[in-house]
């Protein structure tokens, strides 16, 4: 019988289960149930309990099918003709046809050859020990997957250095120390952490454990660690609860919402297209969105590469914080102009 966490079980990182959960529901006509899913597919099956009790399995579930769908995979909820109504008879699936490239789409030899570059990164001769896994476990269902889905699995990936430094010590609980610099401040300053758990956030990953030093609960951004990352040896820990995951997840949501910008963006530039696909208010006659945050620091320096596109109404402490950096950009080309 599965148990809700089996010891020994290395953590599976987010793109990791994404990739997974799509090859699962590329591989079957008729879908998937949920319970299918969460039992069989790597990333959840690791955690799945058969007796109950997977509430926050199902919850990241939902978010992963809406970050699915986020990239643009067609990921489709098929309801069972003999119980309409029942959630738990809903079957998801991703038809083939829809996620191929279109059969209009054509490539010049040129393209083609980088293509077959790309491939080499990406090389694998069959599917990878992973999807083998993944697909016998859907034959284990009685499902017969379609002819060979993707016979490769990814090798590159592009990460914080930090990444796979404080990943290790995650799986050892050992403490890390690191050198961290904060938005505002000049010179990065030590800090000693218990990592309990890393967690993509807006596109970023975020580390989100004890701060020994002030011994309060802390989230960390990757980006901002500077130089190595130190596992010291023989610090373990006390196990953090098994759902910090999805508290770290939710306070970052909640810190994004608790954020909220007003712009003024030029009709037709880049900036209002792609900051427009954020938008969560927009009144079209005057031009101006409402957007949501995280990291007021990260949104400035992405609100001044768009220059005049962009103007912030609102709060003032951001208007100042896109102002100072346009300065910048104005006095290192007033600079180098004089050299």
């Known amino acids: 019988m599965a148990s809700s966490k089996r010891s020994g079980e290395p953590r599976i990182p987010v793109e990791d289960r994404l990739f997974s959960l799509v090859l699962a529901l590329l591989a079957t006509e008729t879908g998937l149930l949920k319970s ?26 939902e978010r992963d099918k809406d970050d699915i769908r986020d990239l643009g995979i067609p990921l489709e909820t098929v309801e069972s003709p003999d119980r309409p109504g029942d959630n738990q008879a809903l079957r998801y699936r991703i038809p083939k046809g829809e996620y191929d490239l279109p059969v209009d789409v054509r490539f010049t030899p040129d393209e083609l050859a980088l293509l077959g570059l790309a491939a080499e990164v990406w090389r694998e001769a ?51 120390r690191f050198r961290y610099l904060k938005p505002g401040e000049h010179e990065p300053r030590p800090r000693t952490v218990e990592p309990y758990a890393m967690v993509l956030h807006e ?44 508290r770290a997840l939710a306070d970052l949501q909640a810190l994004r919402l608790s954020n909220a910008a007003d712009l003024a963006v030029r009709a037709g530039s880049d900036a209002e297209v792609r900051l427009g696909k954020r938008a969560v208010a927009a009144d079209e006659d005057a031009g101006v969105i409402r957007l949501h945050y995280t990291d007021a620091a990260i949104f400035a320096d992405e609100l001044a590469s768009y220059g005049p596109e962009v103007r912030v109404l609102a709060p003032a402490s951001l208007r100042d914080a896109v102002r100072d950096r346009l300065e910048a950009v104005a006095a290192a080309h007033r600079s180098g102009g004089a050299a």
Do not use: C, M
């Open 203 to 246: 596109g970023r990953w975020h580390l989100h454990g004890r701060d020994v030093d002030v011994a309060a609960g802390r989230t960390f951004l990757l980006s901002r660690i500077v130089g190595d990352v130190q596992a010291i040896a023989g610090t373990p820990f006390p196990p953090p609860p098994p759902d910090i995951q999805d």
């Open 36 to 61: 299918e899913i969460l039992s069989t597919v790597r990333g959840y099956a690791e955690r799945y309990d058969a007796r109950g009790g997977n509430a926050n399995l199902e919850r990241q579930f």
């Open 126 to 176: 069959s599917l990878s020990a992973d999807s083998q896994r993944a697909l016998t476990k859907l034959r284990s269902l009685g499902i017969e997957p379609r002819e060979p889905v993707i016979g490769y699995a990814p090798r590159l990936r592009v990460r914080d250095a930090a990444f796979e430094p404080v990943r290790q010590a995650l799986d050892k609980r050992q403490r890390v």
